[in-house]
């Protein structure tokens, strides 16, 4: 892929004598670059707070484990209409940044009230449901601005990069807690402290760095919540809605699938949290590569595509215990497989759906579309984690897991049938 | 050049609070005098626990002394030995202390009476329960692992149990086979936590849960099976005279209410504490029940009777050398 990256900047006359670490964001416009960085450094502050969250609840607020999962799952309405209402406020002020901004921002406040919140089960939901609003009202603009900043056919790169950043800053940040903690002696509150820093720096770098996009004022046009769901009149975007939120539903969540893992495979404890780094490191390497891939082959083809690693990456990790000797080679290899398979179905999915669905929406309602999309996936994702759940309780790992990707091949099917096989490269304008 | 000059001056002010707040989080740790001296764990007439009461998140073994009545005195001797559950039992010790670093996740400590580490078992997840045999020879702990991020769900439990006469450590008990209702069960989903031994170190109870039930088992560790003896029981504790269990008995979506089941009768009495504890109890002596409450320790008469006190303020994971 590399090979036809070079080719490509040479036909663009583009500096033929490129060091080879501009590769990554070669032909990437800045503004991407720029929300890149602030995604990466926001990925920091909050990875960081979520790694030393259970342990800071359960152990030095005395939250039972159950309390904590509630806390963790609530609030999902709030959200939602959240991230609807500011996609609908970004498109009609036409000030995605600075709704993006306010999200960021709020975010990094919220960091703050955590330790202000002390062990009052109250004051801690209202921060997170406050902080989930912040990361509510933040991506749709976010996701917008990329889409307006890059010329269509390089969307799917461009997104690459922006996940790519972002998963980097997702890896440091349970890094940065870690040492936080070491350095202090165990002091919780600093982590919060140097946590809301970091997310204020990400704010800052947005500030500064991150250009709105100002498209020239058309006709007067209505732009409302109503306007925003009259999208799903589109056709093609209708049915992009559809088939996300269908596969969303049957998508289970990397949690459940880690312990599946983890039970099957005789795993070391000791090991239990490199398997979502190994996750997270086979989507931070392949999220461009495939992101470019998108952009030649098709965009819905390589989130189809992605759909098809994760029916793998199912069907290896529920084959039924068989000469499975710990630490034998073949043990992790097939370890590793599902790991990367599970890394691959990001990078296939998450920036390509946005890269795929982006050019089916007008512009001045482009934040309003995507942040209904996301609604619908995250909606979706909610409720197969309660359902797979279930299934779990009720069959057990290995066949709820088993039945799930049956579901999921069934899903893709109808996918396949929904989802157009070439994005229409023409950009649908005003 | 203006822009870059705002980012710098930015980052400056932003990585000054950082290191100040930091460093006097870190410093603040020092101000917490303790008297630091050795724990004998073979000495009686005192309370074992976790002292919650330190500044800046360290939790570590403290203790204190107690009179035949079960009033605690007022001065506490801290091990500095860093703990988030602890128990024990004659002269054996364990500690579970969380790991940090790039692989973070749990120890559990073997610990001799003078609190010297023994032996180390890498875990993963957090620190849920501890508990050792009277004698001192079986171990047991518990740890949980959540989804890590949010919006993820998931909830799994590891227990373990050591052996120190042969050092043969079982990281997960999960696999042992399981009797329920005179049935022979079979289930990936089972998830143990909460083990108490009887006095012949081979007996123990703890709790299963399966296909969102939960049930009080008993195990034969020499036979290596278990069956449910009741269902809706949870982190049992048996009584020094082997006769009850104090347990946790599930009373609402996260609140539990504890109680004492008689095992000649298998009648269950609630006690008088009426908060939701959440927590594996453990016997004062046989009439009085101590758990943690909040973030101090209380205990309660077994038999359902008076009223809860407070025992030790700041505290958790109780254990009384007698």
């Known amino acids: 892929m590399y090979i036809a990256a070079t080719r490509r900047a040479d036909q663009a006359g583009g500096i033929a004598s490129a060091k080879a670490p501009r590769r990554f964001a070669r032909n990437v416009p800045a503004n991407v670059l720029a929300l890149g960085a602030v995604s ?14 259970p342990t800071y609840f359960v152990l030095t607020l005395g939250l039972s484990p159950l309390q904590y999962g509630l806390l963790d799952g609530t609030y999902f309405g709030i959200t939602a209409f959240v991230r609807l209402l500011g996609g609908q406020v970004a498109d009609r002020t036409r000030r995605r940044k600075l709704v993006a901004g306010t999200g960021y921002g709020l975010s990094a406040v919220c960091k703050l009230g955590l330790p202000l919140a002390g062990s009052s089960i109250t004051g801690l939901g209202l921060v997170l449901a406050a902080d989930r609003t912040g990361k509510g009202l933040r991506t ?77 004022v058309g006709p007067r046009r209505e732009s409302s919540l109503r306007a925003a769901f009259a999208l799903l009149r589109l056709r093609p975007f209708r049915r992009t809605c559809m088939a996300a939120t269908m596969l969303g539903l049957l998508t289970v969540g990397d949690t459940f699938v880690y312990l599946v893992l983890q039970h099957g495979f005789d795993i070391p404890l000791r090991y239990f949290p490199l398997l979502p780094l190994g996750t997270a490191g086979a989507y931070l390497l392949l999220a461009v590569p495939l992101g470019r891939l998108a952009d030649r082959v098709g965009r819905f083809r390589v989130f189809l595509g992605g759909h098809l690693a ?6 290896v990790a529920a084959a039924p215990d068989g000469d499975r000797t710990p630490g034998s080679l073949l043990l992790w290899t097939v370890l590793s497989a599902v790991l990367v398979l599970q890394g691959l179905f990001y990078a296939a999915t998450d920036g390509v759906l946005m890269a795929a669905a982006g050019p089916l929406l007008p512009v001045h309602l482009r934040t309003s579309g995507l942040a209904l999309l996301q609604t619908g996936q995250a909606g979706a994702r909610l409720f197969s984690s309660v359902l797979f759940g279930a299934a779990w309780t009720l069959w057990g790992a290995g066949p709820a ?6 579901g999921l091949a069934g899903a893709l099917v109808v996918a396949r049938w929904l989802l157009p096989s070439r994005s229409p490269l023409p950009e649908v304008t005003g | ?14 990585v000054g609070v950082a290191v100040g707040y930091s460093t006097f989080a870190a410093g603040r740790e020092d101000d917490a005098q303790v008297r630091r001296r050795p724990l004998d764990l073979a000495a009686g007439g005192q309370l074992v626990f976790v002292d919650t009461a330190r500044k800046g998140g360290h939790r570590t073994v403290a203790a204190t002394a107690m009179d035949p009545a079960g009033a605690t005195g007022p001065a506490r001797t801290d091990s500095g030995l860093r703990c988030e559950r602890f128990a024990v039992g004659a002269a054996t010790g364990v500690c579970l202390q969380t790991r940090g670093g790039p692989l973070p996740g749990t120890d559990a400590l073997i610990v001799d009476p003078a609190m010297n ?77 909460g083990v108490t031994f009887a006095a012949d170190d081979n007996r123990f109870y703890a709790t299963v849960s399966t296909k969102g039930r939960t049930y009080l088992v008993e195990g034969d560790y020499a036979n290596w099976e278990a069956h449910t003896v009741r269902e809706n029981l949870e ?17 609402g979506a996260t609140t539990w209410r504890l109680h004492v089941l008689d095992l000649a009768t298998m ?47 700041k505290a958790s994971s109780p254990t009384v050398l007698r």
């Open chain 2, 1 to 14: 050049m203006k822009r870059a000059l705002g980012l710098l001056l930015g980052l400056l002010v932003l």
């Open chain 1, 401 to 406: 897991l088993l039945v799930m990707g049956v």
């Open chain 1, 310 to 315: 994760l029916l793998a990456a199912y069907a």
């Open chain 2, 117 to 193: 580490v023994r032996r180390r078992i890498e875990l993963a997840g957090t620190p849920s329960r501890a508990r050792v045999s009277a004698s001192g020879r079986m171990v047991s702990w518990t740890v949980f692992v959540t989804g890590e991020s949010y919006n993820k769900t998931g909830f799994s439990t590891w227990t373990g149990i050591l052996d120190t006469r042969t050092d043969y450590t079982l990281i997960n008990i999960e696999a042992i086979p399981l009797t329920i209702d005179g049935k022979r069960y079979r289930s990936a989903d089972v998830n143990y936590w």
């Open chain 2, 267 to 313: 009648r269950e009495t609630a006690l008088a504490e009426r908060e939701s504890i959440d927590d594996q109890a453990a016997w004062l002596d046989d009439h009085t029940v101590m758990y943690g409450r909040g973030r101090d320790v209380y205990a309660t008469p077994a038999d359902g009777s008076g009223t809860p006190r407070l025992l030790v303020a």
């Open chain 2, 235 to 251: 982190c049992p504790s048996l009584s020094p005279d082997g006769t009850r269990i104090a347990f946790k008995k599930r009373s």
């Open chain 1, 40 to 53: 990466l450094v926001t990925d920091i502050s909050s990875e960081m707070v979520t790694a030393v969250l």
């Open chain 1, 140 to 216: 749709a603009p976010r996701d917008a601005l990329i889409t307006l900043s890059t010329p269509a056919p390089d969307l799917g790169r461009a997104f690459g990069v922006h996940r790519a950043m972002d998963t980097v800053g997702a890896f440091l940040g349970p890094l940065a807690a870690f040492a936080v903690l070491w350095a202090t002696h165990d002091a919780y509150d600093a982590v919060f402290v140097v946590s809301f820093c970091v997310a204020s720096f990400a704010v800052l770098l947005m500030a500064l760095y991150v250009r709105d996009h100002h498209e020239p």
